[in-house]
């Protein structure tokens, strides 16, 4: 078992060299995330935003737990139905509360604000040391993002400025907390997946059809856009999020999503035909930079010479 030092620096430090192609798969996830606007957009019936986030979660966590038969056990009973309710279910409605109420360059700025409120909460919850380099490349990556989404008719609401904010940090508290209790012994990145799914799912339920209703009609082009948020975009992107925040130090897996936003500014580029102009690309420095920042460790602060050796 590490000791509680080996603990604080494993969890504080960047991702090392080795922790490459961790990071590579755990990047996967934001970056499918982002296909989430065009596919919504493109693809699905308009008008059924929670239809859709409760499609991401719901059928995939049931395969899941129909395909590994684990349920959880004693305290992660009310622990995985808690990461599930923050890390998906009320993190997606309040997304979708955000993008109905805001422009979407400003839901999407809210929403990179997430690594700053994990630096915060790796002081508080995981009792890190707080780190101004961490702060410092957080605010780079919201302002990069902010000059890549955000349009000259962005106009604020309150109630959609909470929600965004309120996603932001029901997704960093969700990862911070995963970090904080790891895995249950012999369960699996898979399973624990389907764990937070299918309560994030049954969480989303009873709020689809209070909301929403009756489910659209769905044909062809539809079901192809909701079997990618679900497969794609749900199962496979939540197995390799959740095991990277139990391998990868926190703060160097909250950056990452950051590559939500981007990879929506390129497929809307690519596909719908929508320019970036030089501040964008600007912008889009600046969250590169941001990112590949957070996955390393903070410079060390040079130490002071004994007085012996100055002299």
Excluded: C
């Excluded at 895995?183 to 624990?192: K, M």
């Excluded at 209070?210 to 192809?224: H, K, N, Q, Y």
């Amino acid at each position: 078992m590490k000791s509680p030092g080996a603990l604080r620096f494993s969890i504080g430090a960047g991702a090392g060299p080795g922790d490459l192609p961790r990071t590579a798969l755990t990047a996967f996830a934001p970056a499918v995330w982002g296909t989430t606007y065009i596919t919504t957009t493109e693809l699905l019936p308009p008008g059924h935003p929670l239809f859709a986030a409760l499609l991401r979660a719901l059928p995939a966590g049931l395969v899941v737990l129909v395909i590994t038969r684990t349920v959880p056990h004693g305290r992660w009973w009310w622990k995985a139905a808690l990461l599930g309710v923050l890390n998906i279910g009320m993190l997606n409605a309040l997304l979708f509360i955000a993008a109905e109420r805001l422009p979407g360059g400003v839901a999407a700025t809210l929403a990179a604000a997430q690594p700053l409120i994990v630096a915060v909460l790796a002081v508080v919850v995981l009792h890190e040391r707080a780190s101004m380099w961490r702060l410092a490349w957080g605010v780079v990556g919201v302002a990069g993002v902010g000059l890549v989404v955000l349009g000259p008719a962005a106009a604020l609401d309150a109630v959609g400025v909470m929600a965004g904010l309120a996603s932001a940090g029901s997704m960093a508290l969700g990862l911070t907390l995963t970090k904080r209790w790891g895995r249950p012994e012999g369960v699996g990145p898979v399973t624990f997946a389907g764990w937070q799914l299918t309560a994030g799912g049954m969480f989303l339920l009873p709020l689809t059809v209070l909301v929403e209703g009756r489910p659209p009609a769905i044909d062809m082009t539809a079901a192809f856009g909701y079997v990618w948020l679900g497969l794609a975009g749900g199962l496979i992107a939540y197995v390799l999020w959740f095991r990277g925040i139990t391998t990868l130090p926190v703060t160097s897996t909250a950056v990452l999503v950051l590559l939500s936003p981007l990879v929506a500014a390129v497929l809307g580029a690519a596909l719908l035909g929508q320019t970036l102009g030089p501040v964008q690309l600007v912008g889009f420095a600046l969250s590169l930079a941001a990112i590949v920042a957070g996955q390393l460790p903070a410079p060390a602060r040079p130490t002071p010479a004994p007085v012996g050796a100055r002299r």
